[in-house]
């Protein structure tokens, strides 16, 4: 069983920054594949961006290409996620997730242990 817990989502302002951090539970976090993924309210849980074992980077939408910059601390078992330029469009619930197999997929049913969620709000 893996437990995840994330942390860091606030209000900001647009144009501000925030880091996200996902803290896992777990001998074999180093061999797992971590993504990040949001939702906002009436849709689907969209693929930010996904870290595997070795440091292997999948990013999803191209609105966070160059803004967002995922990364991994095995040795603290955490993963974060760094949001720069913030537009009110980031608003969503932040979900980290584990995938056993290692390798970083894009849609939600590919992972296998989630977190409970951090709220990102982005407005003036």
């Known amino acids: 069983q893996v437990q995840l817990v994330e942390s860091g989502g606030a209000l900001v302002q647009p144009g501000g920054s925030l880091r996200l951090s996902c803290a896992a539970s777990?001998?074999?976090?180093?061999?797992?594949?971590m993504g990040w993924f949001r939702q906002a309210p009436g849709k689907e849980r969209e693929f930010v961006a996904g870290?595997?074992?070795?440091?292997?980077?999948?990013y999803g939408a191209d609105s966070v290409k160059g803004r967002f910059t995922i990364s991994r601390d095995n040795a603290k078992n955490t993963v974060y996620l760094q949001m720069n330029s913030l537009k009110p469009e980031d608003t969503a619930v932040y979900y980290c997730?584990?995938?056993?197999?290692?390798?970083?997929?894009?849609?939600?049913?590919?992972?296998?242990?989630w977190g409970q969620g951090t709220q990102v709000t982005v407005s003036s």
């Open positions: 997730a584990v995938e056993r197999d290692g390798l970083v997929g894009t849609t939600w049913n590919e992972y296998d242990y």
């Open positions: 870290i595997r074992w070795n440091g292997g980077i999948r």
């Open positions: 777990g001998r074999t976090f180093s061999s797992y594949a």
